[in-house]
């Protein structure tokens, strides 16, 4: 039995305040975003639809692009993602499967006509003609597309419970964990992702868990084995949920030697047992569906080469500014419903701020050897953020998807990174200054975007 202190419990309860306001703000925009009007939520949709029916992995749709994308009805309509993995929507056809056995009237079949005004006229936030502006409205015959959206906004809670885990990892005082699980929740963005139809979901809590462990094994070297396992289970099951988990793959295998630096002999069993379930989890996959394996050919025959023209500044610049403000922290809709750019500026300066103050500190730990656990717990989380995003952008070079939420699956270092250097030259009140001061604003940040951005956005005047 575990008993809690007196000094924790008040520490548990602002986890439990904030983990019920994430449900709240999720549920807030699952039904204030109108149907279909979250990015390629109709492709997601319909590879949910199809799994739900064939418990196999979508078919190639065999409809290609042929004019820009806000024109290409056909197109955005279609099952356009059929060459992602399908574990990450295992969930998701879960529920719809479950839906369509109760209430099989409430989920919609069509896709709605596409507001052809969208392209022409900066006003028109919708991709798609839906009935009226009134919120309760435009989900009549959509009831179930809101009931799965919902259910997955409640998996966000995985990536919380990851981050508060690793917080307390690192900070017994369970200060960090609060404010650092605070920042994940209120991030507007995640809020958002979350309360829609996608693998997005799954995939950050699978990778929120294989950072965790990672994280543990540094503290817990006695369980290597035990822990390689479980890590072998996850980033194999990560990879078949969305292929921007390959990112932080590499950290589940650096966690092994790192955890006994001084022990290179102790490294080869581990290593074993994280790769043979990472293996048969992929061998039974792509083994076992043909439809698998065309998607993965297809991905590596026409995703992965670069274009010349990524590699100018008017590219460049404007991934940049899309991948690490605009589509990071808030751009809703289809990324065109966006509050002001001020608030995102101000985020990305602090936590700028707060990993330079993180990274200074570990070299100091480094030059005087202190708490090596925690140290290397640092390095691993700071380098998923480095490889995370170096992939990404590295993605963009052949496809053009600066997408801020193929981030996501490093939220957890994303949140622990910026804090844990103040954490250390902070005293209490200090902390708890700081601890205030950014999950409020984080928080107040998000309930700007719901309440002056995305409902004046759908509801007040558009068509």
């Known amino acids: 039995m575990i008993v809690m202190s007196t000094a924790s419990t008040p520490h548990r309860l602002l986890l439990i305040l904030i983990y019920c306001i994430y449900c709240l703000l999720a549920t807030m925009y699952a039904v204030l975003v109108p149907p279909w009007e979250a990015p390629d939520e109709p492709a997601h949709y319909r590879y949910v639809s199809e799994l739900a029916s064939r418990w196999r992995p979508a078919v190639n749709s065999g409809i290609r692009q042929k004019a820009s994308f806000a024109k290409d009805y056909d197109f955005i309509s279609s099952n356009y993602e059929w060459t992602y993995p399908a574990l990450g929507y295992v969930p998701a056809a879960l529920a719809y499967a479950t839906i369509h056995a109760l209430a099989p009237q409430s989920l919609p079949t069509n896709i709605p ?29 959509n009831e179930g597309l809101l009931a799965i959206r919902i259910f997955l906004a409640l998996w966000g809670l995985g990536v919380l419970y990851a981050t508060t885990r690793v917080g307390n990892l690192l900070d017994s005082s369970g200060l960090l964990a609060v404010v650092a699980s605070g920042l994940v929740a209120f ?26 462990l990672a994280v543990q094994l540094q503290f817990r070297p006695n369980q290597i084995n035990r822990s390689a396992l479980v890590l072998g289970i996850l980033i194999g ?13 590499p950290i589940a295998i650096i966690a092994i030697p790192l955890s006994q630096p001084r022990f290179p002999t102790s490294w080869t069993k581990p290593l074993f047992c994280m790769l043979i379930p990472f293996a048969i989890l992929i061998g039974a996959y792509y083994l076992s569906f043909e439809e698998a394996r065309i998607a993965l050919a297809y991905t590596l025959n026409n995703s992965l080469t670069p274009k010349s023209a990524a590699f100018f500044w008017e590219h460049l610049g404007l991934a940049l500014e899309l991948f690490f403000i605009t589509l990071f922290y808030a751009g809703f809709g289809w990324a065109n419903v966006i509050p002001p750019a001020a608030w995102a500026r101000l985020a990305l ?13 570990a070299f100091k730990w480094i030059k005087i050897q202190n708490s090596p656990a925690a140290l290397r717990a640092i390095v691993l989380l700071t380098l998923s953020l480095l490889f995370a995003i170096t992939g990404v952008f590295g993605l963009n070079l052949s496809q053009f998807q600066p997408q801020g939420r193929f981030l996501f699956p490093t939220l957890v270092a994303w949140a622990i990174v910026c804090l844990w250097g103040a954490w250390q030259i902070l005293s209490l009140r200090g902390k708890i200054i700081l601890g205030i001061s950014s999950v409020g604003f984080m928080l107040a940040f998000n309930l700007y ?15």
């Open 187 to 212: 991030l507007p963005q995640f809020t958002f992702i979350n309360a829609s139809v996608r693998s997005d979901t799954i995939t950050n809590v699978v990778a929120g868990f294989t950072l965790l």
């Open 113 to 141: 006509p596409q507001n052809t005004r969208y392209s022409q006229d900066s006003k028109q936030l919708n991709l798609f003609l839906h009935p009226n502006n009134r919120v309760w409205d435009v989900w009549y015959g």
């Open 237 to 249: 099951a990560g990879t078949l949920c969305k292929y921007t988990f390959l990112f932080i793959l």
């Open 349 to 361: 300066g602090a936590w700028l701020i707060g990993t330079i103050i993180t990274l200074v500190q």
């Open 449 to 463: 975007a719901i309440f002056f951005t995305l409902i004046p956005a759908y509801y007040h005047g558009i068509p």
